[in-house]
């Protein structure tokens, strides 16, 4: 006979074992877009203890809705490499451009990133970050419904060596950072540049070349690393935030090893 006193316990056991063994990670995610999930899918698969936190209730993030809501995506001919390391396969359209389904892309990529060790927490928003000896060291977390609701309920706190700010176009944490503590960052200008009008080509490659450490403990990814070092937008093409995904994860594999 099920009791409904059982489910509720079990459910409310096993989240808070998970909460609770997130609160100290070697990586903490901000932002479950295709960026997000690739870093997590590199970094589990490393063995690290790296876990992401969307706001949301679905994870995927930009990925779900295709371009204009048309449920496909286009990956280029440097994309298209990485597809097979995280067992997709783009159709071939005309020479140099690849499509996919966005939904097989977007469950494609959650499930790996799982699957390899990656702890996702959707429905968590960050309000803030953790400083310590002017290095960025971990989140401040609460419910995604408390920022949408405008209540003041305080936070909670966890601890990271790194943090990935991959919250896409706004780059929410990156700009907290800099309007909370007037810090100047690893960029051009010191300051966060802002993302460029449409280029695909170009964009496609300053989503990768954007992808680093702008502070200490603190690094960008897909077009959080545009919006922050001024980088063009691509629009459906996404062999970049694939790319820029890895990218992220080797750098913080290297400082975490050194
Ligand atoms: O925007 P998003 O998909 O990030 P991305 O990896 O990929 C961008 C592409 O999808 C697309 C594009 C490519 O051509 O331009 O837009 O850069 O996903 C960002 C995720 O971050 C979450 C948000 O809900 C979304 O799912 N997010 C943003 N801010 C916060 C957050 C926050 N403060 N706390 C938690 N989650």
């Known amino acids: 006979m099920l009791n409904e006193v059982t489910i509720s316990r079990a459910i409310i056991t096993r989240y808070m074992d998970k909460l609770s063994a997130a ?30 936190f969307d706001r949301k209730l679905s994870i995927g993030g930009g990925i779900w809705g295709g371009g204009m809501m048309f449920n496909e995506i286009v990956v280029q001919e440097a994309g298209n490499g990485i597809l097979q390391e995280l067992d997709l396969q783009g159709t071939r359209y005309e020479p140099g451009y690849y499509t996919l389904d966005s939904v097989l892309v977007t469950a494609t990529l959650i499930c790996k990133a799982m699957r390899a060790g990656l702890q996702i927490f959707n429905l968590i928003g960050v309000d803030d970050v953790v400083i310590k000896d002017n290095r960025v060291s971990g989140l401040v977390i609460n419910w995604g419904a408390v920022s949408t609701l405008g209540w003041h309920i305080d936070p909670l706190t966890l601890f990271s060596r790194y943090v990935l700010d991959a919250t896409g176009h706004d780059a929410e944490i990156t700009t907290i950072l800099v309007r909370k503590m007037g810090v100047n960052l690893n960029t051009e200008t010191g300051a966060i540049v802002g993302e460029k009008s449409m280029d695909a080509e170009t964009g496609e490659e300053d989503t990768v070349k954007n992808t680093g450490e702008v502070y200490p403990g603190l690094l960008v990814s897909g077009m959080a690393a545009n919006a922050v070092c001024g980088g063009y937008r691509m629009g459906p093409v996404f062999g970049g935030m694939l790319l820029s995904g890895k990218r992220a994860a080797e750098l913080m594999l290297h400082g975490l090893d050194h």
């Not at 100290?24 to 992401?52: C, E, F, Q, T």
């Open 23 to 52: 609160l100290d990670l070697d990586v903490a995610i901000v932002g479950g877009g295709p960026s997000g999930l690739v870093a997590g899918y590199y970094l589990a698969k490393a063995g690290k203890k790296v876990a992401l």
